[in-house]
């Protein structure tokens, strides 16, 4: 095969679909040279961060059992806190995901009788059952430790109220928790900011507040991080943005120094707090993985306005809309039924290089309150940096893309879901 157009009709995509999708790319140059920009911006930041800190071939040696004296460990935490503009990070493979990063913060801060905040709505449904606010919750939520939680909801334009979060900030509000992406939720994702005027209100009412964001997805899209606009922790997953899809596994969570000891005295013991933990032969990976960050998070960025643009020109709801102002990598689409949404992520299963084999179907999986679908050929198991899509089967029927190791796996990911939908007769024509 001489050209790229023979490689897609190769794979099953009609040539009315690819030039749709051609020429869709070829309106979001100047657009893409926008995020060429900032990419270059963080990915400068972060080899300035590891030089400073002299990475250095000793920091990718391996350290097992307690995990004691290990420098790659130690240094990725510095560079860590340096990149996100924090005092501290704790940044380890024992960390599984972000709902358990979360957790330990959440567990490591707040005490019985205390009460914790949402300002920005319900969150994301994994955190439901630690909270407690599930109709069956699950045992150790926060809620059985005698913690509340109160919520303010967003307006419906997306803007903060910020008489209902005055109205629920009291003398037991310990926490409040900002969850700047949108979850399940098609809701506008918070621009740090937007961050910062939200936590400069928060502690305009009570000072003594703390202040934690949930960043996933969120890294790297920007040229500043929450920490840097006040928050006082940012938590998040290695296997979405900061990990370039190069970690395995991990979690992280940034800022102020005596928050972030209190994090890792939970997430280990008392009295042993940062000083134990092995990295297993991880570091190299998670280095390298923070180095492409900015870049892999780049492509994925581009495949969520390529997506946006995509479907908003066939009449489907996009949420950020085509030419909305971007500070995460989820493109929300509304496509209004179960069966488009099964092709859908059967299209960006059938374009995956792991697993394009398979046929995704909705099932009940732990943690949600609903059946959800979820698409993901993925070389790192529930890795959304890599192309995934995933969907609630419940009204509106909106499903959620991100990811994309690559620009142009991205590209083809989308093709593919809009070929699978054509093909299923839910898109007549283009």
């Keep these: 095969m001489d050209t790229l157009k023979e490689y897609y009709l190769s794979a099953g995509i009609s040539e009315d679909v690819y030039c749709f999708c051609d020429k869709v790319q070829e309106s979001l140059k100047e657009r ?5 920009q900032t990419a270059e911006f963080n990915q400068i930041k972060v080899l300035r961060a590891m030089q400073e800190y002299k990475v250095s071939t000793g920091c990718f040696e391996t350290s097992t059992g307690y995990g004691y004296d290990d420098l790659g ?17 704790l940044v380890r493979p024992q960390l599984t995901c972000g709902t358990h990063a979360l957790t330990v913060a959440l567990s490591a801060i707040l005490r019985p009788g205390d009460e914790l905040l949402s300002p920005v709505g319900r969150p994301y449904d994994t955190l439901e059952g630690v909270i407690g606010i599930k109709k069956n919750s699950p045992p150790c939520s926060l809620k059985e430790y005698g913690i509340t939680y109160r919520q303010a909801d967003l307006m419906p334009d997306g803007s903060f109220d910020y008489e209902s979060i005055r109205a629920a900030i009291n003398e037991r509000t310990r926490l409040v928790t900002i969850q700047k992406s949108k979850g399940y939720e098609p809701r506008p994702t918070l621009s740090v900011k937007q961050i910062s005027e939200l936590v400069s209100f928060i502690k305009s009412v009570k000072p003594d507040v703390i202040c934690m964001v949930d960043n996933c997805y969120g890294e790297f899209i920007e040229k500043t991080e929450p920490v840097q606009a006040g928050a006082d922790l940012c938590v998040g997953s290695l296997i979405k943005n900061p990990g370039g899809g190069l970690a395995p596994i991990g979690g992280y969570i940034a800022g102020r120094s005596d928050l972030v000891s209190m994090c890792a005295h939970r997430l280990t013991a008392p009295g042993l707090g940062k000083e134990t933990g092995a990295t297993l032969g991880l570091n190299r990976a998670f280095f390298q993985g923070l180095f492409l960050a900015p870049v892999v998070t780049a492509g994925a960025l581009k495949g969520a306005i390529f997506a946006a643009n995509i479907y908003e020109k066939l009449g489907f709801r996009a949420v950020p809309g085509a030419d909305s102002q971007r500070y995460d990598i989820i493109q929300a689409v509304m496509l209004g039924s179960k069966e488009a949404v099964v092709s859908f992520c059967k299209g960006i299963q059938a374009a995956s290089p792991v697993d394009s084999h398979v046929a995704p179907e909705p099932y009940a999986m732990p943690g949600y309150h609903s059946d959800v679908i979820m698409a993901a050929g993925a070389f790192i198991q529930g890795s959304s940096i890599e192309l995934s899509a995933d969907a609630p089967i419940e009204p509106p029927y909106a499903v959620y893309f991100q990811g994309g190791l690559t620009w142009y796996h991205a590209k083809f990911g989308i093709t593919m ?9 839910i898109i007549k024509s283009l």
Excluded at 32 to 36: A, G, K, T, Y
Excluded at 73 to 89: D, Q
Aim: hydrophobic share 40%.
């Design 73 to 89: 460990r130690e240094i990725l935490e510095e560079v860590y806190a340096k990149v996100f503009g924090a005092e501290s990070a």
């Design 417 to 425: 879901s809009l070929q699978y939908m054509k093909d299923a007769g």
């Design 32 to 36: 893409f040279e926008e995020i060429d």
